[in-house]
């Protein structure tokens, strides 16, 4: 029998939580540990800097590069606090969607994995290395290209030190509360991509009563 | 005898005056021509000059700075050699931009910097010094005001941008750059955090 990927949507933070916590241990992978120390090159069509608040926004075709990471987006707030640290918040116009890429460092030899988000903000800072993907989110993890899981929620915040990621379905008025999570079969035949689509769980059911 | 060195002093002086003026012209066709020869005729010529600008309250708006100052009479333009400009303004950060060459008009209302033009501005507790490079500077010094079409380099602490064509406020403190930009910010320093 072979494997199939498993898709269910997760109604509470906690739960999505906890899903993602599992996501995570399912897949020790780390992020490409020294992206957070090199230095980042940014490309756009135009900038302005507040040189009162020193908060640089660039706009057109904003591309920043840092290591493996990649982040794309049609504008880019770039700011250094006090302490040295950058802050960027990369966002999408017309309906599209920001992006953002990084390679995780190696754990089995062969095998390079990748972490590839989307969304209408995203936003990145070099004191957490942590990536927070706001409204439509969407973030797929890959394994020598082939994907391997998947998240969508309004808000995904994804903490590149600890290889984990934290969903929310409801920090946006609107949104229809859930959070989707898709898990690629671990016990394919290799090199077999993962198949979208698979039996959905609802898991929600199943969750303790007074869970948030 | 007397005549006759009087006569070969006459040749020098004379020959001395073509050569010169012969390599005015040149300079002024090859350098700051185009702008100097509708400017009018030279009435003055100062060097090692040190002007200061005041409002109409008395207060000092800018200092300027040239190994040469070349007045021209008809039009109040000025032709600068290595000029210096220092906004003065108590309420601003300090800015000076430098230059090889410069020609201001209307009474050094505008400036038009040439070559290795660098201006800087002063750091504070808020914001690390910042650094402008480029070929061609326009200024308005009253405003501190500083424009450029050519490429330039913006340092802001230890973070590098490039660009095709700037606008700086100064007073507004707002800095613009126009096309193609290219941006470098290195990692935090553990040593350095806002290194000049």
Redesign the interface.
């Known amino acids: 029998m072979r494997s199939m990927p498993l898709s269910f949507p997760v109604r509470t933070h906690a739960a999505a939580l906890a899903a993602a916590l599992a996501l995570a241990a399912a897949a020790p992978a780390w992020p490409e540990s020294a992206d957070?120390?090199?230095?980042?090159?940014?490309?756009?069509?135009?900038?302005?800097?507040?040189?009162?608040h020193?908060i640089?926004v660039?706009t057109g075709h904003v591309v920043l590069i840092k290591g493996t990471m990649r982040m794309g987006g049609d504008r880019m707030e770039?700011r250094?606090d006090?302490?040295?640290?950058?802050h960027y918040v990369v966002t999408a116009e017309g309906g599209g969607l920001a992006t953002f890429h990084e390679r995780r460092d190696t754990v089995r030899p062969g095998v390079e994995s990748t972490i590839d988000g989307f969304a209408e903000r995203i936003e990145y800072d070099?004191?957490e290395d942590r990536v927070v993907l706001e409204r439509r989110a969407l973030v797929k993890r890959l394994e020598n290209g082939e994907l391997r899981d998947e998240l969508s929620g309004v808000r995904i915040v994804y903490d590149a030190r600890k290889a984990t990621y934290d969903v929310d379905g409801r920090s946006v008025e609107g949104a229809d509360g859930r959070v989707h999570i898709r898990i690629a079969p671990r016990s394919g035949a290799p090199g077999e991509p993962a198949k979208p689509g698979g039996a959905p769980l609802t898991p929600e059911r199943a969750l303790p009563e007074g869970t948030r | 005898m007397g005549e006759r060195v009087t006569s070969w002093f006459a040749i020098v002086l004379l020959t001395a005056v073509l050569a010169t003026s012969y390599w005015y012209a040149q300079y002024l066709r090859a350098g700051l021509g185009g702008e100097t020869a509708r400017a009018g005729a030279v009435d003055f010529f100062a060097e090692g000059i040190a002007l200061t600008a005041f409002d109409p309250l008395g207060r000092p708006r800018f200092r300027l700075f040239a190994d040469r100052l070349t007045h021209f009479g008809s039009s109040d333009d000025v032709d600068l050699v290595r000029p210096r400009v220092l906004s003065m303004r108590a309420d601003q950060p300090q800015v000076q931009a430098t230059a090889r060459e410069a020609h201001g008009q209307n009474n050094g209302q505008s400036l038009q910097m040439r070559g290795d033009v660098v201006v800087t501005?002063a750091g504070d507790a808020?914001?690390p010094p910042?650094e402008l490079r480029t070929d061609e500077l326009r200024a308005v010094p009253d405003d501190d005001h500083f424009w450029t079409d050519a490429p330039v380099r913006?340092q802001?602490?230890n973070?590098v941008?490039r660009?095709q064509g700037m606008d700086f406020d100064?007073v507004a403190?707002?800095?613009?750059?126009?096309?193609?930009?290219?941006?470098?910010?290195?990692?935090?320093?553990k040593t350095c955090?806002?290194c000049p």
């Open positions: 957070r120390y090199k230095e980042a090159n940014v490309t756009a069509d135009h900038s302005t800097l507040d040189d009162l020193q640089e660039l770039h250094q006090e302490r040295g640290y950058h070099d004191q | 501005r808020a914001r910042m913006v802001s602490g973070n941008l660009s100064n403190r707002r800095i613009e750059l126009r096309r193609e930009v290219v941006g470098v910010f290195p990692p935090r320093s955090v806002r």
